[in-house]
């Protein structure tokens, strides 16, 4: 049987990563979130980090996984989170206090919409905005989830996902790029 999505990801990595190959195993392969949570974080991260072979891969897997509407709420939690890491990141950065009162003038409806579990949603955009690095959002995000009741060890998971899936990216494609 071919090595399909995960094994596949791993199995692409160089020698020396192998703390990253090690680590994807463990956390995504026995993750302790719900497999709708782990792998809807996984797909979204994977498109955050912007990695072909990263992506192409957790995709394959999550699609096997997942029901198409779940696949297609990661995939807007991952191009939603574009859009707001950047402008909130850059607002807070700027630090003039008088940015904050601006509107943002930016749809975000697939937010209040998305199409899946509002937490789960929720959890994809906190991972991919620690991707991304926005601390504006990561905040938002992990209070909205902390007010839902969602533990601090579901968020931490998603985190960890969030941090080897960008180091499988990382990883790739620099290799990518040096040969």
């Not at 072979?53 to 996984?65: N, P, Q």
């Not at 504006?136 to 998971?157: F, I, Q, Y």
Request: aromatic residues 4%; glycine residues 8%; proline residues 4%.
């Amino acid at each position: 049987m071919p090595e399909l999505g995960l094994d596949t990801l791993k199995a692409a990595l160089p020698e020396y990563a192998k703390d990253t190959k090690l680590n994807l195993g463990s956390v995504l392969g026995n993750g302790q979130l719900p497999e709708q949570q782990l792998w809807g974080t996984a797909l979204a991260c994977a498109i955050a980090a912007g990695n072909a072979t990263v992506t192409a891969e957790l995709a394959a897997e999550a699609t096997d996984r997942l029901k198409p509407e779940v696949v297609r709420a990661a995939k807007a939690a991952a191009s939603i989170m574009a859009m707001n890491n950047v402008y909130y990141r850059a607002k807070h950065l700027i630090g003039d206090p008088e940015y904050q009162s601006l509107p943002a003038g930016l749809r975000m409806t697939v937010i209040g919409r998305p199409g899946v579990d509002k937490v789960d949603f929720e959890l994809w955009c906190l991972a991919v905005s620690a991707v991304n690095g926005c601390g504006t959002c990561l905040e938002s995000h992990e209070k909205t989830l902390r007010e839902a009741g969602v533990p601090r060890g579901t968020v931490h998971d998603a985190l960890r996902i969030a941090a080897v899936v960008t180091a499988a990216a990382t990883t790739l494609s620099a290799e990518q790029a040096l040969g």
